[in-house]
């Protein structure tokens, strides 16, 4: 198993530019999420879904979209890059079958993003 | 009443010594606690988990310590190694009242020293 794939590892982009941070599972997790993390603040959650076709906002959703629609797939989308989108973002997933019980989240490498 | 306090930011301890990281939370729903291990140019690892319903549980060289009634937890890691030299995360959740989401503190850059 590949666990979760993300790509690119590193990106610049500049102001009002969009683009499409992609995340990928082999492991047949219906739960995925997007969280960016920032020096001094650990991790934040962006967006989730608990399985193919069902999103939901995290704590900082604005400026970012997401869509579902297998169960292996979770793009991650900046709409209009800001400076203040500049951060390194992780995808993470985990087994969680009709969400009966916490279960590990295994992360991605992670995805660098510079917005200049 | 969501957030998760971490501290400290930084810690250096000798190689052989006991890392300790502390946390604490303000919402007494949380009854889920892990910890994350993060290596540079990686993405966090599950270290250790624990529930609100034991004090203690202890994995080979790790320990987390729950205090309920002081609303706080630790990671304790005994005859530390430079491996261990790493970025560690407390995390807490709500279970299905939020979906299973982690509420993260800061997270402590630890460093063992040879």
């Known amino acids: 198993n590949a666990g979760v794939t993300q790509t690119p590892k590193f990106q610049v982009l500049k102001t009002g530019q969009s683009m499409t941070l992609q995340c990928a599972q082999d492991m047949n997790h219906e739960y995925m999420s997007w969280y960016r993390q920032d020096p001094g603040m650990g991790l934040r959650l962006i967006h989730y879904s608990v399985g193919a076709g069902i999103t939901d906002q995290g704590e900082v959703p604005n400026g970012y979209n997401v869509s579902r629609s297998t169960t292996e797939d979770f793009p991650l989308r900046l709409l209009s890059a800001a400076p203040s989108q500049t951060s390194v973002y992780f995808c993470?997933?985990?087994?969680?079958?009709?969400?009966?019980?916490?279960?590990?989240?295994?992360f991605g490498p992670g995805t660098r993003l510079l917005v200049l | 009443q969501q957030q998760v306090k971490q501290s400290p930011q930084s810690l250096i301890v000798q190689k052989g010594g006991i890392s300790i990281i502390n946390c604490a939370y303000e919402?007494?729903?949380?009854?889920?606690f892990p910890w994350y291990q993060q290596f540079p140019g990686k993405g966090p690892a599950l270290l250790i988990a624990i529930r609100p319903d034991v004090s203690e549980k202890k994995e080979g060289r790790f320990t987390i310590s729950f205090n309920k009634s002081a609303k706080q937890f630790s990671l304790h890691i005994m005859d530390s190694q430079p491996g261990d030299s790493a970025t560690y995360f407390c995390?807490?959740?709500?279970?299905?009242?939020?979906?299973?989401?982690?509420?993260w503190g800061a997270g402590t850059k630890l460093i063992i020293k040879p």
């Open positions: 919402n007494t729903a949380f009854d889920y």
């Open positions: 995390a807490a959740s709500r279970g299905w009242k939020s979906n299973y989401q982690l509420i």
């Open positions: 993470a997933s985990s087994y969680s079958s009709n969400l009966q019980k916490q279960e590990t989240q295994y």
